[in-house]
């Protein structure tokens, strides 16, 4: 069984009455700008915030009613203002100075939001810590504008979700076309970044829920090397596949923030020392020489999208890259079903171990869960019920020989079979896919209808995946993905920014003009 836990934005002017971000060049970050009018004196970050804040009023809370940002930091203001006096007093405090992010709604923050999941059950959750990356985002100089909806338990409660749907605040819609679904489970992070409401959001990712959203709304989405980025604080699905990734509208700015992101963690399951410089690789001639393997079998599922990646190839090739074509991963069928058994074992102990730690009065076990979705079957379960977490309630311990052949068979198809063995047979670089398809009408009745996607390779083996606007299928976008090894984010990123700076094809969302 093949499950994409597709676990996986102001009439106002975003900068200044002078400045709009909508028509920021692609060639500059919306962070390094705002920086300059910081200090030119013509913006501050009170005043930006308030911005975004008149912005997502108008669209998401009406208008267009998007439903992307779930909460809004009531401190977020307070944190603005803050920041200007010690801007004043000292400059510019790190590298996301003054910055807004908006949080996906599964990451544990202190400012008085809180963190469901998407769930009723955890309506009251409160946490009494910041996650680890919320701290780096902080120490970073970030201002936290809010949550992210998405779907709710990072799209592993139904096998038949609607990618964006929570049962604490309803459906998103792509920025795009309202019509259409904003995949998952980071919906509202990219939803939000595509329609302009903060400079940067944090998704989440098991198997494809950064890169989908990101692809599907026309933005950059990173999922980075797992345990480089810390996953204590995050309502988790699988430890063996989970990490949190930057969205954002450029990958200078998703580069940026990936950086303050990254640090080791003690509290991590298993942390990962990156050394790497992330922001000296954005390198206009980074593709050039580049040894880069085209996935077939990857492709295939759209005609429409398949004619646009070969546009992308011919791109890829014009900015100096060696294609070597008809690349093939000879496990793709053989990955899904031990990925999905490793998901189920792995969520029911992660779940257990991270509701332990809350406060009295909320559930305390998948088991609690099960039973307040039955107890409450009319708000949560209107379109679709709960039989994935019912199958994971029933697996055994991490101890079980079933999920210990599982998780040994799915690593080594997607790395020493997979990925690795497709970069050492070929001497490639990278490998380069479509991220997936163009989204898809919202259906309530039949669920989210995927056709495929790229992520699952480097989702089960813990490897970089980067995805960037690629072009559009009529008026919807689609993505090209940049697929590395063990650490490799600098390889991808030094592709993934000549790419994006040669063709420059995100749009904003003409239903928000």
Same mark, same amino acid.
Request: glycine share 6%; aromatic share 4%.
């Given at each position: 069984m093949r499950i994409l836990t597709? #676990? +996986?934005?102001?009439?106002?002017?975003?900068f200044s009455t002078q400045a709009n971000t909508n028509t920021l060049p692609a060639t500059e970050t919306k962070i390094t700008t705002i920086h300059q009018q910081f200090k030119q004196g013509t913006l501050t970050s009170e005043q930006l915030v308030k911005q975004y804040l008149a912005r997502i009023k108008k669209y998401d809370k009406q208008g267009l009613a998007l439903n992307a940002v779930s909460q809004i930091n009531p401190h977020a203001l307070a944190r603005a203002k803050d920041l200007?006096?010690?801007f004043k007093q000292k400059g510019l405090t790190g590298?996301?100075?003054g910055i807004p992010v908006l949080l996906k709604d599964n990451i544990d923050t202190t400012d008085d939001m809180s963190n469901s999941a998407g769930s009723l059950a955890l309506k009251e959750h409160f946490p009494a810590n910041n996650a680890f990356l919320v701290k780096q985002l902080l120490k970073?100089?970030?201002? #936290? +504008?809010?949550?992210?909806?998405?779907?709710?338990?990072a799209n592993f409660r139904s096998t038949s979700s609607s990618s964006g749907w929570s049962s604490m605040y309803g459906q998103t819609k792509n920025a795009h076309d309202v019509t259409r679904s904003p995949c998952g489970s980071s919906s509202g992070s990219g939803v939000a970044i595509a329609a302009d409401f903060a400079v940067l959001a944090v998704g989440t990712e098991t198997d494809g829920s950064v890169t989908c959203p990101a692809a599907i709304n026309g933005i950059v989405g990173i999922k980075p090397t797992l345990g480089t980025v810390s996953r204590s604080g995050i309502i988790p699905i699988a430890h063996s596949q989970d990490t949190a990734g930057p969205m954002a509208q450029?990958?200078?700015d998703a580069v940026i923030m990936l950086s303050a992101m990254t640090a080791i963690d003690k509290h991590d399951p298993a942390p990962v020392d990156s050394t790497i410089d992330y922001v000296k690789h954005l390198k206009k001639d980074g593709l050039a020489g580049k040894r880069i393997g085209v996935v077939r079998n990857l492709t295939g599922y759209h005609n429409q999208l398949d004619n646009t990646f070969?546009?992308?190839i011919k791109d890829l090739r014009a900015q100096g890259a060696i294609i070597v074509d008809e690349v093939t991963f000879e496990t793709k069928d053989t990955w899904g079903g031990n990925e999905f058994e490793v998901l189920l074992y792995e969520f029911k102990a992660d779940l257990n171990s991270y509701l332990a730690s809350?406060?009295?009065?909320l559930p305390k076990s998948l088991e609690a869960i099960i039973e307040f979705n039955q107890k409450n079957a009319e708000k949560v379960m209107p379109h679709f019920a709960q039989e994935i977490m019912q199958m994971a309630q029933s697996k055994a311990a991490l101890t079980a020989q079933d999920y210990l052949t599982a998780l040994k068979s799915a690593k080594q198809a997607t790395q020493k079979d997979g990925i690795d063995k497709l970069l050492n047979d070929h001497k490639l670089d990278l490998l380069v896919a479509p991220t997936t398809g163009p989204a898809w009408k919202i259906d309530h009745v039949n669920g989210d209808h995927y056709l495929g996607a790229a992520s699952?390779?480097?989702?089960?083996a813990g490897y970089p995946h980067i995805t960037v606007p690629m072009g559009f299928v009529k008026h919807l976008p689609v993505g090209i993905s940049f697929i590395g090894g063990f650490l490799q984010e600098g390889t991808l990123i030094e592709a993934a920014y000549s790419y994006e700076q040669a063709t420059q094809h995100r749009r904003d969302p003409a239903q928000l003009k």
């Open positions: 597709v #676990i +996986l934005f102001l009439l106002v002017q975003i200007d006096e010690q590298p996301l100075h970073a100089g970030a201002i #936290i +504008l809010g949550k992210t909806n998405l779907s709710e338990w450029t990958v200078s070969e546009q992308a809350t406060a009295e009065g699952s390779a480097p989702a089960i």
